[in-house]
T-cell receptor, first 114, second 111 residues
């Protein structure tokens, strides 16, 4: 099986712009989670989608949003970018068959906001 | 806020030595997992231990869990230079499907 695929791998934006990141989960996985990783804050949970529904949400402002499509692919969007949004954004999928789920991560999208 | 705090933040050892890293968490959990991350890449799942288990082994990895102290440890025996990476614990709490990650331990293994 192919692994979790995130595109693009690197992205450079300027303050005030918006950005869309994409994640294709492992085939058959219905749950997709997003994390933000920065040197100062570590790995912070953004949100989780299951069967096109947002099931869990972290403590991020409304500028951060996401969605999941019927084929389980997911996108996250950040509007009105700020310098502090510079981070590695990681997507992870799981089969979510019930309990003790482990996450399979993509390589991430490195976002730099100038 | 982070669920887990890891200790030490950084660890440097020689090849062949054992590496031990610790994780403390705050609330009751269903399970605790350990992940590894090579620089700037995604995380890779290493091992999962359930809340009713006390110890688990996988190859050169040994994980212990003490729910009364809300803590876990990861032991890597006979370390290799290829073990150089950051290691994170992650907890799945009750009534939630999200994993909350700790702050991580950076392990450097010198040849």
């Amino acid at each position: 099986k192919a692994g979790v695929t995130q595109t693009p791998r690197y992205l450079i934006k300027t303050r005030g712009q918006q950005v869309t990141l994409s994640c294709s989960p492992i085939s058959g996985h219905r749950s997709v989670s997003w994390y933000q990783q920065t040197p100062g804050q570590g790995l912070q949970f953004l949100f989780e989608y299951f069967s096109e529904t947002q099931r869990n949400k972290g403590n991020f402002p409304g500028r951060f949003s996401g969605r999941q499509f019927s084929n389980s692919r997911s996108e996250m969007n950040v509007s009105t970018l700020e310098l502090g949004d510079s981070a590695l954004y990681l997507c992870a999928s799981s089969s979510n068959t019930g309990g003790d789920e482990k996450l399979f991560f993509g390589s991430g999208t490195q976002l730099s906001v100038l | 806020s982070q669920q887990g705090e890891e200790d030490p933040q950084a660890l440097s050892i020689q090849e062949g030595e054992n590496a031990t890293m610790n994780c403390s968490y705050k609330t009751s959990i269903n399970n605790l997992q350990w992940y590894r991350q090579n620089s700037g890449r995604g995380l890779v799942h290493l091992i999962l231990i359930r809340s009713n288990e006390r110890e688990k082994h996988s190859g050169r990895l040994r994980v212990t869990l003490d729910t009364s102290k809300k803590s876990s440890s990861l032991l890597i025996t006979a370390s290799r230079a290829a073990d150089t990476a950051s290691y994170f614990c992650a907890t799945e709490g009750y009534n939630t499907d999200k994993l909350i990650f700790g702050t991580g331990t950076r392990l450097q293994v010198f040849p």
